[in-house]
């Protein structure tokens, strides 16, 4: 018993930094002479650890102002 009660902390350590498949869930939006177009879409992170994963969305979102034009791409990881 004492045994498996050591082991357990060691296993969720293991299991945690794991690496695996993640999704990132995103949002365009473009206004071009005052007209807005809104798209959504996923992509995964392959093979990745959370903290990766996380990192990851947080460079695809991006934010460009040209007078009264911009695009913005907001990303946020999703399981």
Do not use: F, H, R, W
């Not at 969305?57 to 007078?67: F, H, K, L, P, R």
Request: net charge neutral; charged share 25%; hydrophobic share 35%.
């Amino acid at each position: 018993m004492k045994k498996l009660i050591l082991a357990l902390p060691v296993l969720a350590i293991v299991l945690v930094s794991c690496k695996k498949d993640y999704s990132c869930s995103c949002t365009d939006t473009d206004v071009d002479n005052g007209t807005t177009e809104v798209t959504m879409y996923n992509y995964k992170v392959e093979g990745a650890t959370k903290k990766q994963a996380q990192v990851a969305c947080n460079e695809a979102t991006v934010t460009y102002i040209d007078g009264a034009d911009s695009y913005k791409t907001k990303c946020d990881l999703s399981k």
